[in-house]
């Protein structure tokens, strides 16, 4: 099996992983990783935000609903522009992280349910945001209930951040260790392939353009991507990985033995810095 397959493979199994958790699973996933999601999970760039703005024309007064909202990265910087949004966030802890960071802005609701179980406002907001969330909506209910919350040619926005593995250099460094402790997590993961995990979900590769208007309820859908750049200290670092879904899922005991080797080559090959590589990218279509 070649490795585009392999990838492939991974990402289908990624994905279903997240499908294959019942609700209440679902609401208490980041519970233990909210505080490192929020301190070291990049941030939107406002470029991204702005181009999406210019692109939609939202007026300043617009409502939006925000769909897994997190601890409100999202949400500051649209709240910034005076919007007023309403945040759907299943996760207690990921609330109470949102009302702090959004303590500011008294146009920002934050409601703790999840979107499947959130009694729907038909017609009433102006944008739906889902900022690297949607692919934990059960498929069959995405659209249509985001189609129902909207007003007539009001926009469905998809934000998405991807965060590259370091370069080659540092991986080679790495690899023993993760073939020691995490095997499922050894293959080096390039450029190309993550800008896939854009495009990928649920069960198999399924492209979310088009999953979109295959839809049958927007139209006008325009995709666009950021490249930028960013340096994690050796703490920064773990506690990003300790944020994500697949490193949440290890073992306690190999994750634990995982992050010691990966400080220590750090710290001592790297001079406890390394820079990544990012991927910000929007999606947005307008309901028909």
């Not at 999840?114 to 102006?126: A, C, N």
Request: aromatic share 12%; hydrophobic share 40%.
């Amino acid at each position: 099996m070649n490795k585009e397959n392999l990838n492939n493979d991974f990402i289908a199994a990624f994905f279903k992983s997240i499908q294959s958790k019942n609700l209440e699973q679902k609401k208490v996933w980041y519970s233990t990783a909210a505080e490192a999601y929020n301190k070291t999970r990049p941030r939107y760039p406002q470029q991204l935000i702005n181009r999406v703005i210019e692109l939609t024309q939202l007026p300043t007064n617009a409502k939006i609903l925000e769909i897994g909202c997190g601890p409100g990265i999202a949400t500051e910087a649209f709240a910034k522009l005076g919007f007023s949004i309403v945040c759907i966030e299943p996760n207690q802890e990921f609330c109470q992280l949102a009302r702090q960071n959004c303590a500011a802005y008294p146009n920002v609701e934050i409601i703790n349910t999840s979107f499947e179980e959130w009694e729907i406002e038909t017609g009433k907001f102006d944008a739906v945001l889902a900022a690297t969330s949607i692919h934990w909506i059960p498929a069959e209910i995405r659209y249509h209930k985001i189609a129902k919350a909207l007003t007539e040619n009001a926009w469905l926005i998809f934000l998405w951040n991807v965060v590259f593995q370091p370069e080659y250099e540092l991986y080679q460094h790495l690899r023993d260790i993760y073939l020691t402790y995490a095997p499922s997590l050894a293959e080096y993961e390039d450029k190309r392939f993550e800008y896939e995990k854009l495009k990928g979900i649920g069960h198999g590769i399924i492209h979310f353009g088009q999953e979109i208007i295959d839809s049958g309820k927007f139209k006008d859908l325009i995709s666009e991507q950021i490249p930028w750049q960013t340096n994690y200290k050796t703490d920064d670092y773990l506690m990003l990985l300790s944020s994500l879904s697949q490193y949440i899922g290890l073992d306690s005991q190999n994750k634990d033995s995982l992050f010691e080797g990966i400080r220590e080559k750090i710290e001592n090959d790297f001079n406890g810095n390394i820079d990544f590589s990012l991927l910000s990218a929007f999606q947005i279509a307008k309901k028909i």
